[in-house]
Each structure stands twice: as C-alpha cells, then as structure tokens.
C-alpha cells in the first residue's frame, strides 16, 4: 500500500540515515548495510564508533557518542567524537543526560553539547539526542534550546533504546517549533512504516533514522 503524500520516494530516501547500532553488529553486517544503503539511495549510513572507518562510497557515515544512556562524561563524548571524525564520520549524533534536562538543569545539558561541539569543531554535523519520549514537554523545549545555543545542528528525538520508546508526533511537532527551521530535526526510534515517516514529516522531521529503510521507502511512489 502507497501513501497518499506528494512526497515521492527519493525524496524520502534523501532524508534517511540507514542505521545499524544493535550492539552484536559484526563488520559483514555493516557491509550488508553500505550495500542495501547504496542500493536504496539513502542520504547516510549510521553506526556505532567501534566500527569505524568505514567505506561508503556516495554515502555520508553518521556515527553516536554517549550512546545510548547519555551518562558518559562529556569530555568522554567529546573524545569519542573526535576520534569518530578522525575515522572518518561526517556526522555524530550525541545523547544528553537525560537526567540532566529531567531535573531542569539544562546548563549541564549546554555544557554537554558545547564539549562535543568544540571537540568537532566544524568537522562534522552534530545532532543532539534528547530522548524525547523519556521528557516532558518543558524538558524537551528546554533541551532543544540548549542543543541550539550549544551549536548543535539537528536535535534528535531518540537513541531507539530507551524503554520510554521513541520518536512521536507530538514530539517532533514540539521540537520542530522549538528550533524554527534554525536546526533540523531527526526523527529517530520505532519508525517502522510509510506511514509513519509521513506523520513525522508532516510534522517537521527533516531526517529519519531507519533500520527498516526498506519497508518504509516501499510506501512511497516513485
């Protein structure tokens, strides 16, 4: 079944990061993933930092630091993320401590995003994981405002592990109005059908992360 949406399916796929984070990936898994990524034309591939480098011909490589509890120093994310852009990654995708913007301290959570901005300088996107569905609305406005003074370039809504569960409409909208088209927002976390990544389009998501790509591109008409 199509979904009924003027976007088209290389549209969609511009907007995916094809991602492979289940922590007993082996490397041919991660070759399986460039392939099935060249082959479905997605903007990126994303995996975890151990796996690093990788080659992906025609694809930009997104990586994670502080993943996925965001209870790592920042200095610690901030080394991780340095040494994935030595790698070569052209993106990082970062966790916050969520406790940290649970409790409304969101200089720690500015002081987060800053120690990994400075870390990769202009080297690589940074996109700021917030766990969306584990915040309350306050805490996620409060958590996209310090990702955007901290110099983050996208706010994410979720690592896909967190037992709250993952991206939503609601968050996504809240995010995307939050940010004002200054940053982009990556919906990430449960993302399984057309139809789900139309809704969170719709709603302001302008990057998805997919480890059912395929499925999700099928919905959509050339």
């Not at 969609?12 to 070759?31: C, E, F, R, W």
């Not at 080659?55 to 200095?75: C, E």
């Not at 959570?109 to 915040?135: C, G, M, Q």
Request: aromatic share 2%; glycine share 10%.
């Amino acid at each position: 079944m199509t979904v009924s949406t003027p976007l088209t399916r290389a549209d969609v796929a511009d907007m995916i990061d094809h991602t492979l984070l289940a922590p007993d990936a082996t490397p041919a898994q991660v070759d399986a993933l460039v392939a099935e990524a060249r082959e479905l034309g997605v903007y990126a591939i994303c995996v975890s930092p151990s796996m690093l480098p990788v080659r992906a011909p025609g694809l930009a490589v997104a990586t994670v630091a502080g993943f996925p509890s965001g209870k790592h120093h920042s200095l610690v994310k901030g080394a991780e993320a340095r040494l994935a852009v030595d790698q070569g990654a052209a993106e990082v995708d970062m966790v916050i401590d969520v406790g940290a913007a649970l409790a409304g301290d969101f200089n720690a959570v500015l002081a987060d995003v800053i120690t990994v901005r400075e870390a990769t300088v202009d080297r690589a996107v940074l996109k700021v994981i917030i766990e969306s569905a584990a915040l309350t609305d306050e805490a996620i406005v409060g958590a996209c405002r310090a990702a955007e003074q901290g110099g983050a370039d996208f706010v994410k809504t979720s690592t896909g592990f967190h037992p709250a569960g993952g991206a939503s409409v609601h968050a996504v909208r809240l995010m995307a109005e939050t940010v004002g088209g200054r940053l982009g927002v990556k919906a990430s976390g449960g993302i399984r059908t057309a139809e789900d990544a139309a809704a969170l389009i719709a709603a302001g998501a302008t990057r998805l992360g997919l480890s059912k790509s395929a499925a999700v591109l099928a919905g959509f008409a050339d």
